[in-house]
Every structure is written in C-alpha cells, then in structure tokens.
C-alpha cells in the first residue's frame, strides 16, 4: 500500500484537504505563528509523525512576499537541502507537488525554539533563557555544530541569509538540537540589493545593511561571532559577560569586527581558530 506522503510526487488537489485525508494534523504553523506566509502542518499518519512545509495561500495579501516569491524559497531550500547533508539538519523525506506549490515532507522534531521575542526574551521561564543556562561545555558542544554546519554550506557554494536563533529547534531531553529554516541561504557572494536585509539585528552584520555591499563568506564569520555571543555572553563583545575562555573570546572579537578586512577571511578559517581555541 502507499504512502500518502512518502510515496506520492504529485497532487491535484487542496493541500489541507489533501493533508486531512492523509491523517490527522495534530498542529499547524500559519500566520498567528509565522509571518512569512508559509503554512507548515504537523501531521500524523499511524505511528509516523511529519512536519509538511508549504507556501501558504496564494491570495494571502497579509506577507511580505507574494506567494510566487514563498513557493521560490521552498525550492531554494531543495537545492540547498540536496548540496549539503548534516546531521543538525532535518531529514526531508520527499517533495510533493501541487497546484499551490511544492510540500516538502521533513521528518518530524521534537524541542522548543530559542528564538523567543524581544518582550518575551527576558523572562528566565522561556527557552532562551532555558538554553543560555546550559553549561557552557555543552553551549560549545552546539556551537560546533552550527559553525561546522555553515562551514560546509560555504563549501557547497551557499551563503547564509536571516540566520538567528529562530532557525533553531532545541530539545532539552534528550539533548538535541536541529537546525532548520534555512529557505533564504543562496549561492554567493553577491551583492546586497535591498539595503535593510532580511534577519535578526542581533546576528547582522553591517553589509547587511548597505546598499550594494558585497555579502559573502565574510558576512557569514560576523553572523556566527555573533552567535556566539547571544548564547556565551550578553550579546555584546563585553568580556566580562563572555562565559567562555580568554582564548575563544578573541576569535569571537576578530570574527564580529565591524569592518570586514580584518575579520576572519573564509568561514573555514574562523572554524579552524575556533578549533585551536576551544582546546587550549
């Protein structure tokens, strides 16, 4: 018998009608969670649980994208998902055309996102509090992934865009964490056309708000100091704060340099100081 997710590629009808009829969707991310336009379902089929990406509704006038834009960063997110494999990644399963667009089929993840909203982010309840109180070994167990993660993306080609901690499902048991949502990665460098970027200011780096600035690998090494930062320190380059060694802290202090000449030149080079850092 087949497998309404797994083993269809095409499908003729409504997503959500098609969905419901497929199993029970026992959650859905739209615009009360998302402001993207996206429309994401968590969905159960026996004992299998998926989560299923799509594009949203065609008419949905509310998103910042139209819907031709949302369906070109899903198809983006194939391409990228097809260059580079990495455990922190999430397994995505089949794509599934339709008259709205792709669905792309991942396998469901259990956690919570760190990315909490700036009114919410102080609250030492919420998960990005929750995750910043980890001990710092295991802070710098997941830094590694990330920066390993980007690592190979640059070598595949791609640049990272709208990186943040939003892009991150962390669950505290078992301890895991999974990346995800990286639609707006692309191929690189280029250059930036629209001034204001999208993302977080708290993972930005100053190219990213010029116009016409180059944004390559070099944006990227910014992106992950910062990273850094949010999680080991108080998002600032204020040693005092920082909860990692002497040693990591100045790689951290190169790679978040305002001008780029003097940040790392590749992210396979800050990973490499990152490296001989960590085990000083």
């Not at 990228?80 to 399963?93: E, G, T």
């Not at 990315?115 to 509090?129: L, N, V």
């Not at 980007?150 to 939003?166: K, M, T």
């Not at 639609?183 to 708000?209: L, V």
């Amino acid at each position: 018998m087949s497998h309404p997710l797994l083993d269809r590629n095409v499908i003729d009808q409504d997503i959500e009608q098609y969905l419901r009829s497929a199993g029970d969707i026992f959650t859905e991310f739209g615009d009360l969670t998302r402001d993207s336009g996206n429309i994401s379902y968590g969905l159960r089929i026996g004992e299998q649980r998926f989560f299923v990406k799509t594009a949203g509704h065609p008419d949905d006038p509310k998103p910042m994208l139209n819907h031709a834009d949302r369906v070109a960063l899903l198809r983006n997110a194939i391409q990228r998902n097809r260059a580079v494999n990495y455990s922190a990644l999430p397994k995505l399963n089949n794509v599934i055309e339709s008259p709205a667009g792709p669905l792309l089929v991942y396998e469901w993840m259990e956690g919570e996102l760190p990315g909490t909203p700036a009114k919410y982010r102080e609250d030492s309840a919420c998960a990005f509090q929750r995750f910043r109180r980890l001990p710092t070994s295991t802070i710098l167990k997941f830094l590694d992934s990330i920066f390993e993660l980007h690592e190979r993306i640059a070598e595949a080609g791609w640049i990272a865009l709208d990186f943040y901690d939003g892009c991150l499902i962390y669950n505290f048991l078992p301890d895991n964490l999974i990346v995800m949502d990286l639609d707006m990665y692309r191929q690189g460098p280029f250059h930036n056309e629209i001034g204001r970027m999208f993302g977080s200011t708290r993972f930005m780096a100053p190219e990213e708000f010029e116009l016409g600035a180059l944004i390559d690998q070099q944006t990227n090494v910014f992106t992950m100091g910062r990273t850094a930062l949010v999680f080991l320190s108080d998002g600032t380059l204020n040693s005092d704060a920082f909860s990692g060694s002497r040693s990591l802290f100045e790689v951290i202090a190169r790679a978040c340099d305002p001008d780029r000449s003097q940040r790392y030149e590749s992210l396979a080079a800050f990973c490499r100081a990152w490296q001989d850092a960590r085990f000083l």
